[in-house]
């Protein structure tokens, strides 16, 4: 078992920057594959980047502005958000898995969750 909290979630304009942290309440070392998800009203949750046996995968909508890392401890995991939209207002969650199967964004994959921090961009 791991506990998450995400952390981090703020309101910012258009165009500005965001760092989410996801501390987890053990060494996450052992687990195969950590991520972070979004989830806005009316939509459902999507993956946005992950790490998965030390590679990065990205979604498109997010490649080049959003930048996945973990600390050296492997206890917090981060999201770096450039150059936000309105767009990505959403709900951001933290998620990780043992699980070796499936893909690296497929939520259906993922056994524990945070309970999510909100990011809300105005234009």
């Known amino acids: 078992q791991v506990q998450l909290v995400e952390s981090g979630g703020a309101s910012v304009q258009a165009g500005g920057s965001l760092r989410l942290s996801c501390t987890a309440s053990r060494y996450t070392g052992s687990l195969y594959r950590m991520a972070w998800f979004r989830q806005a009203p009316g939509q459902e949750r999507e993956g946005l980047a992950c790490i998965e046996n030390g590679n990065r995968v990205y979604r498109d909508s997010v490649t080049g502005r959003f930048t996945i890392s973990q600390d050296v401890t492997k206890t917090t995991l981060y999201l770096q958000m450039n150059s936000l939209k309105s767009e990505d207002t959403a709900m951001y969650y933290c998620?990780?898995?043992?699980?070796?199967?499936?893909?690296?964004?497929?939520?259906?994959?993922?056994?524990?969750w945070g309970q999510g921090t909100q990011v809300t961009v105005s234009s």
């Open positions: 998620a990780a898995t043992s699980n070796r199967g499936g893909t690296c964004l497929g939520r259906v994959w993922y056994s524990y």
